[in-house]
């Protein structure tokens, strides 16, 4: 079982940033890739990030979509079991609550099988 905390949400005008974190209780988290998904009222939910685990090399693979593209930038912190998503030049329509969510194998493109709560995230024009 692993445990997901997320942080760093709030509330900021257009062109703001915010970074969020999420804390995992697992020690393994390591082998786990992490991702950053996000639901605004009304829309279905959208994965926004991604980082593979580092199990297999030292720079894990990334996913960022299109949507967020040059905005949006995941990391890791093994060392801390915490993924960030930095988010600059943010627009309303990144208003949403956003969870991250641990995969069940190494891969980003994997299954998302343990999430977080959910921080949410309000950008005003």
């Known amino acids: 079982q692993v445990q997901l905390v997320e942080s760093g949400g709030g509330s900021v005008q257009a062109g703001g940033s915010l970074r969020l974190s999420c804390t995992a209780s697992?020690?393994?988290?390591?082998?786990?890739?992490m991702g950053w998904f996000r639901q605004a009222p009304g829309k279905e939910r959208e994965l926004v990030a991604a980082?593979?685990?580092?199990?297999?090399?030292?720079?894990?693979?990334?996913y960022v979509a299109a949507s967020v593209k040059g905005r949006f930038t995941v990391s890791r912190d093994n060392a801390e079991a915490t993924v960030y998503l930095r988010m600059k030049r943010l627009r309303p329509e990144d208003t949403a609550v956003y969870c991250c969510?641990?995969?069940?194998?190494?891969?980003?493109?994997?299954?998302?099988?343990?999430w977080g709560q959910g921080t949410q995230v309000t950008v005003s024009a």
């Open positions: 697992r020690r393994t988290f390591s082998s786990n890739a």
């Open positions: 969510a641990a995969g069940n194998n190494s891969s980003w493109r994997g299954i998302y099988e343990y």
């Open positions: 980082i593979s685990s580092t199990d297999s090399s030292d720079d894990p693979s990334t």
